[in-house]
């Protein structure tokens, strides 16, 4: 139970290698409307490996890469519910196709490999997801993009596809299921860029890359002048 606006209650937990938790956080209210709780997984120096903002029962998950002590931590949004509220988690060992927080940067990125899905979540306005993948040819990057929500009104995710110099080769925004292509010039390291519009949406997203070798027909960026 939340106290005030201004109380937070920490529950920690200690996992012996790779996994991911998955957390069921029960509220006495139920209210679609307005979210009265965060709740979020962070490990040892506080960095948040996932979190929800929700007024009514929820269930998300967070990738956990090292052994060690992590914590859940519930607190208010700025809207006091003081009822009780439950909780429990459920922890399976074991590598999974799941970012790996902190992927801020191309330097941090999550690798992941062609033709496989991976899962991820925007925990605010402000994180910045990063992936790298390694295409041995020239040809296209397919991306495709699955997230669990599906809005065809109001885009949530700016997605694009980046070389390894930082140069944006293909950028869209979204709110439900799209595909991003763009032309890859050379071999080489490339990263899929996932970050909030403004319109924060924590429900986790799903998405793979492709390539196709051959660039005929395709737009090779920078081509502005």
Do not use: C, H
């Not at 033709?115 to 397919?142: A, R």
């Not at 080489?188 to 860029?193: E, K, L, Q, S």
């Not at 319109?199 to 005929?216: H, I, P």
């Amino acid at each position: 139970q939340l106290q005030g606006v201004s109380d937070k209650d920490y529950y920690k937990f200690t996992v012996n290698g790779p996994g991911k938790i998955i957390v069921n956080f029960d509220p006495t209210i139920n209210n679609s409307y307005d979210d009265y709780f965060y709740v979020m997984v962070q490990d040892s120096n506080g960095q948040i490996l996932s979190r929800v903002a929700t007024g009514k029962e929820a269930n998300f998950s967070a990738y956990i890469e090292n052994s060690g002590d992590y914590y859940i931590l519930i607190e208010s949004t700025g809207r006091l519910d003081g009822d009780n509220y439950t909780i429990d988690y459920q922890f399976q060992a074991g590598t999974d196709t799941y970012e790996v927080e902190r992927n801020e940067t191309a330097n941090t990125a999550t690798p992941i490999t062609l033709d496989n899905f991976y899962n991820g979540q925007i925990y605010s306005n402000d994180d910045v997801d990063y992936f790298s993948f390694t295409i041995d040819q020239p040809g296209s990057i397919d991306l495709t993009f699955n997230p669990s929500v599906d809005n065809s009104y109001d885009d949530y995710y700016n997605l694009s596809i980046r070389n390894s110099s930082g140069s944006t080769l293909a950028s869209s925004s979204t709110g439900n299921d799209s595909t991003l292509t763009s032309a890859a010039e050379s071999a080489g390291t490339y990263y899929v860029r996932i970050t909030s519009t403004g319109r924060w949406q924590d429900a986790n997203y799903q998405f793979k890359v492709n390539s196709t070798a051959g660039l005929e027909g395709s737009e090779v960026e920078s081509n502005n002048s």
